[in-house]
T-cell receptor
Framework: GAGVSQTPSNKVTEKGKYVELRCDPI?????LYWYRQSLGQGPEFLIY????????DSGLPNDRFFAVRPEGSVSTLKIQRTERGDSAVYLC??????????????FGPGTRLTVL | GDSVTQMEGPVTLSEEAFLTINCTYT??????LFWYVQYPGEGLQLLLK?????DKGSNKGFEATYRKETTSFHLEKGSVQVSDSAVYFC??????????FGKGTLLTVNP
């Protein structure tokens, strides 16, 4: 079956531009997570959706970052006024439910964002 | 805050060698513990997990035991193969259901 998909796989942009990164979770998964992985580091949590609502956005670094999931399926991570420090691989994961440690988080392949 | 510390790599072994990758975690609350693996060109995959103290997670010949007394979750495999070459991440999940990862350990297995 289809796994988590993310588009684009690579995105190059210029400093100050706006970008959108898309995540398609596994069908039927109600929980969706965004993580950011900088070079040589492990993934860091950004935001978690349960259904349409953001249950925890404590990992968003500042107000330039915003994410939505309007219909409880596809999610878009939006970054305004990009900075070179935003360059990283952005990972999306989904799980059947976000309310149990027994529900595995399945990860997508990531979007590599490069800000010039 | 919550954190995970794992052995820094890279680790280079010959085929059939014994593997240990050390991992320790902050003991706040009652976390669940995970090992994820990232093969070259692929996404993160769950390798194994343990949800409470003294549990042993195992998969594909890999094992890790949840040690509360030492706050450790070391990954072991008795005989590695070339196909095990990958980056391995230790992670914890607290009551908030978000994963906190270590920095990752690159393993290279030579024939």
């Amino acid at each position: 079956g289809a796994g988590v998909s993310q588009t684009p796989s690579n995105k190059v942009t210029e400093k100050g531009k706006y970008v959108e990164l898309r995540c398609d979770p596994i069908s039927g998964h109600t929980a969706l997570y965004w993580y950011r992985q900088s070079l040589g580091q492990g993934p860091e949590f950004l935001i978690y959706f349960q259904g349409t609502g953001a249950a925890d956005d404590s990992g968003l670094p500042n107000d330039r970052f915003f994410a939505v999931r309007p219909e409880g399926s596809v999610s878009t991570l939006k970054i305004q006024r990009t900075e070179r420090g935003d360059s990283a691989v952005y990972l999306c994961a989904s799980s059947l439910s976000g309310t149990s440690v027994y529900n595995e988080q399945f990860f997508g392949p990531g979007t590599r964002l490069t800000v010039l | 805050g919550d954190s995970v510390t794992q052995m820094e790599g890279p680790v280079t072994l010959s085929e059939e060698a014994f593997l240990t990758i050390n991992c320790t975690y902050t003991a706040t609350g009652y976390p669940s513990l995970f090992w994820y693996v990232q093969y070259p060109g692929e996404g993160l995959q769950l390798l194994l997990k343990a949800t409470k103290a003294d549990d042993k997670g195992s998969n594909k010949g890999f094992e890790a035991t949840y040690r509360k007394e030492t706050t450790s979750f070391h990954l072991e495999k008795g005989s590695v193969q070339v196909s095990d070459s990958a980056v391995y991440f230790c992670a914890r999940m607290g009551s908030n259901y978000k994963l906190t990862f270590g920095k990752g350990t690159l393993l290279t297995v030579n024939p």
